[in-house]
Nanobody
Framework: QVQLVESGGGLVQAGGSLRLSCTAS????????MGWYRRAPGKERELVAD???????TYADSVKGRFTISRDNANNTAYLQMNSLQPEDTAVYYC???????????????WGQGTLVTVSS
């Protein structure tokens, strides 16, 4: 089984920073794209940022210039550095990863349990 464990959420004032971590463990043959999604109260889940094993990244327009996604391939970990946080960034943040568990398998999508980020005004 594969597990994604997130950490780093919490309460911060507007303008502050937080760093989220997501570590994948278990039966992993290949770790593909890793991403961060969020679901704000009353809204649909949205992609925040993702990163391929090559280092190529994409960002939602709402976080460009404020958030930075990175990864440590040796430790199967992705990070999301969030700066200049605003109340509208308040959401549950979920880690996501595409993983092959054997050479012959296809990629399967795995999700973490979510970590709450609350930004006070």
């Amino acid at each position: 089984q594969v597990q994604l464990v997130e950490s780093g959420g919490g309460l911060v004032q507007a303008g502050g920073s937080l760093r989220l971590s997501c570590t994948a463990s278990g039966k992993i043959f290949t770790l593909g794209v890793m991403g961060w999604y969020r679901r704000a109260p009353g809204k649909e889940r949205e992609l925040v940022a993702d990163i391929f094993s090559s280092g190529r990244t994409t960002y939602a327009d709402s976080v460009k210039g404020r958030f930075t996604i990175s990864r440590d391939n040796a430790n199967n970990t992705a990070y999301l550095q969030m700066n200049s946080l605003q109340p509208e960034d308040t959401a549950v943040y979920y880690c996501n990863a595409d993983i092959k568990d054997t050479f012959y398998s296809t990629y399967n999508v795995h999700w973490g349990q979510g970590t709450l980020v609350t930004v006070s005004s």
